[in-house]
C-alpha cells in the first residue's frame, strides 16, 4: 500500500486535467451532507462546490460520507453560482463572516481546482468585501499562485498549510515528498506579502507523529509561517476500519470514537513544551479561528476569550486584544439574529458563552460570528479545560457537569413553557 511521491503527482495529473460537472445521477446519490455545497462550519461559512481529492489521506474525513473513492474533482454546481449563494446565504454578513473555501472534499490548490478557486476569490474581492477567506492545501503553492492571492485588494486572506509530520506514506501518501514544506516557505517568505501563512499541524496522533524529534522538525518548519495551530484527529469507525485495512494501529481503542476531534491532555502539554523547548519565535495557537485573526491582528471572530484557559499560549498582545473585544450580546442584539436566521431557542448567559437549547453547530456558528462570542448548545456541551475536543484523555469535572445539567433543565423548562 506505500505510495511514492512520483505515483502521487502523476496520478494527480491525470486525475484532474479537466474539471467536469458530476452527472446529475451521482449527485442525487450524494450523502446529503456532500451534497450540500453551502454550510456552516466553527471556521465560517463553507463553499464546497467541487468533491474529488486524489491525496488519500488514511484519516480524511471524507470517509464518514461514503466519498474518500472520488478521487477525481467534479463540481456538482458551477462556482459563480456557489459564490452567489454563499454570499445570499442567511448566515452570511458582509466584512464579518468568515469564508472557507474548498475545504471539505478536495484541496483547493489540486491542477483543476485552482483555476475555480482563483475564480471564485476575485469575484468575491470585486464585490469589496473584506471578510477573512481561509484556505487549507498541503499540495503545490508556488510563486504565481501567491502573485494571484497578492493581487486581491479586499479580502484578507489566510493560507493554512496541513503539515504533521507523518512519515508512513500509507497513512499519508504525500508524506514521503517535498511538496508541503516547498509550498510552505514558497509562501512564508513571499516578499511584502499580504497574505497569512499558517502551519496547520494536524491531526496530531499518538504513535504517529508525536516523537519529540518529529515534534521538533514540525515546529521548525513554521519559522516563516505568521503562526502554528494544532489540533488532534477525527477518530470514527469509518476512518478506523480503512486504516485497519491498511495494517496500521488504531491510535485509540473503537470505544473512543466521538462527533470531536481527539486531543487528549496529555498530548497537549506534550506539544506545548515542544514549541517553548524549540525556541521559535513563531505562535502557537489552538483553535484555527485564533491563529487565523492573530495573523490579520483582529479579535478571535469565535470569541474564544470566553473560555480563556485556552489563550494562554497565545501572545500577550494578542489576549489584550480579544480582552478588549469581548462583551456579551444583549438579549434584543440575539433576538435580532436569530430572527434574520429563522431560529428559536431560549438562551442563559454564563461565564464567557450564552447557553441555547437545541440548536445544531451550523445554526450556532453564524451566530457566534457575528457576536463574537461562545455560544453553547446544552445539548453538545462543552467542557472548561477540554472546549470543544473528545473526551478522549480527559475527564470532566463534576461540577462542570453539574452545572451543564442545572442549565440543561432550565432551558428545556423555558422550551416548555414557551411551546405551551
Request: charged share 20%; with cysteine.
Amino acid at each position: 500500500m506505500t505510495r511514492t511521491p512520483v505515483a502521487l503527482d502523476t496520478a494527480i495529473s491525470r486525475g484532474t486535467r479537466a474539471l467536469r460537472m458530476m452527472p446529475a445521477e451521482q449527485i442525487a446519490r450524494l450523502d446529503p451532507y456532500m451534497a450540500q455545497f453551502i454550510g456552516y462550519r466553527k471556521s465560517g461559512l463553507s463553499m464546497n462546490n467541487i468533491i474529488g481529492c486524489p491525496l488519500d489521506c488514511a484519516y480524511c474525513v471524507r470517509h464518514f460520507w461514503g466519498n474518500f473513492e472520488q478521487k477525481i474533482p467534479q463540481l456538482i454546481e458551477t462556482t459563480a453560482n456557489a459564490v452567489q449563494a454563499l454570499v445570499d446565504h442567511l448566515g452570511f454578513a458582509p466584512h464579518v463572516t468568515p469564508i472557507q473555501l474548498y475545504n471539505k472534499a478536495t484541496d483547493p490548490f489540486l491542477p483543476a481546482v485552482k483555476p475555480e478557486l482563483f475564480a471564485a476569490l476575485h469575484d468575491l474581492d470585486r464585490r469589496g468585501l473584506t471578510n477573512l477567506v481561509l484556505l487549507i492545501t498541503r499540495f503545490r503553492v508556488t510563486d504565481a499562485d501567491m502573485a494571484e492571492l497578492e493581487s486581491l485588494t479586499h479580502l484578507r486572506v489566510t493560507l493554512l498549510f496541513t503539515y504533521s509530520g507523518i512519515e508512513d506514506a500509507r497513512i499519508e501518501p504525500i508524506a514521503k515528498s517535498s511538496i508541503t514544506l516547498t509550498s510552505l516557505l514558497t509562501a512564508g517568505r513571499t516578499p511584502g506579502r499580504r497574505t497569512k501563512v499558517i502551519l496547520y499541524w494536524r491531526p496530531i496522533v499518538p504513535g504517529w507523529n508525536d516523537h519529540p524529534d518529529t515534534m521538533a522538525r514540525v515546529l521548525d518548519a513554521g519559522r516563516d509561517a505568521d503562526g502554528i495551530v494544532f489540533t488532534g484527529y477525527y477518530h470514527k469507525p469509518e476512518n478506523a476500519e480503512f486504516i485497519t485495512s491498511l495494517g496500521i494501529p488504531l491510535p485509540y481503542g473503537l470505544d473512543d470514537v466521538a462527533r470531536r476531534k481527539a486531543m487528549p491532555a496529555e498530548i497537549d502539554a506534550k506539544v506545548v513544551a515542544a514549541w517553548k523547548k524549540s525556541g521559535i519565535s513563531t505562535s502557537l495557537y489552538r483553535k484555527t479561528s485564533c491563529g487565523v485573526a492573530a495573523a490579520h491582528s483582529v479579535a478571535d471572530y469565535n470569541g474564544h476569550w470566553g473560555v480563556n484557559d485556552l489563550c494562554d499560549i497565545c501572545p500577550l498582545a494578542q489576549q489584550t486584544l480579544c480582552r478588549d473585544a469581548h462583551r456579551a450580546p444583549t438579549t434584543s442584539e440575539l433576538d435580532a439574529i436569530f430572527d434574520t436566521l429563522g431560529y428559536s431557542s431560549p438562551v442563559a448567559f454564563d461565564d464567557g458563552h450564552v447557553w441555547t437549547h437545541g440548536l445544531s453547530e451550523q445554526q450556532r456558528y453564524p451566530i457566534q460570528h457575528q457576536t463574537g462570542y461562545q455560544i453553547w448548545d446544552t445539548t453538545l456541551p462543552h467542557f472548561h479545560g477540554n472546549h470543544g475536543r473528545s473526551l478522549v484523555g480527559f475527564t470532566p469535572d463534576e461540577a462542570d457537569q453539574h452545572h451543564i445539567a442545572e442549565v440543561r433543565r432550565d432551558l428545556e423548562h423555558q422550551t416548555r413553557f414557551d411551546d405551551e
